[in-house]
């Protein structure tokens, strides 16, 4: 069973930063997906950023572009968020999750992408 394990929030004032990491303790498919989702009380799980740990795709919801970078380091199968510019808005559980890569780049922010999910690190921005 693979396990997927978090780290890396906190709390911070807007405008600032954070680094999430994400490592798995391994790649059960040919070619993965690992992505970030958030969920905010009440709202639904929400798909932020996903990179392929084969290559260098990533993609990113509207919402993040341009404030959250995603990068990996295969080596040590671990992912990484860097959020910059936070905003309060952006406060909510972070879960890291692994998936199967599809050619359906429309797909890699759906939740059902996903067969592995870390337990989630809590990031909360005040204003």
């Known amino acids: 069973q693979v396990q997927v394990v978090e780290s890396g929030g906190g709390s911070v004032q807007a405008g600032g930063s954070l680094r999430l990491s994400c490592v798995a303790s391994?790649?059960?498919?040919?070619?993965?997906?690992v992505a970030w989702f958030r969920q905010a009380p009440g709202k639904e799980r929400e798909g932020v950023a996903v990179?392929?740990?084969?290559?260098?795709?990533?993609y990113y919801v509207d919402s993040v572009k341009g404030r959250f970078t995603i990068s990996r380091d295969s080596a040590k199968r671990m992912v990484y968020l860097q959020m910059n510019s936070l905003k309060p808005e952006d406060t909510a559980m972070y879960y890291c999750?692994?998936?199967?890569?599809?050619?359906?780049?429309?797909?890699?922010?759906?939740?059902?992408?996903?067969?592995?999910w870390g337990q989630g690190t809590q990031v909360t921005v005040s204003s």
């Open positions: 999750a692994l998936g199967k890569h599809n050619i359906v780049r429309s797909t890699w922010l759906k939740v059902t992408t996903y067969d592995y």
């Open positions: 990179i392929d740990t084969s290559g260098d795709a990533t």
């Open positions: 391994g790649y059960p498919y040919r070619r993965n997906l």
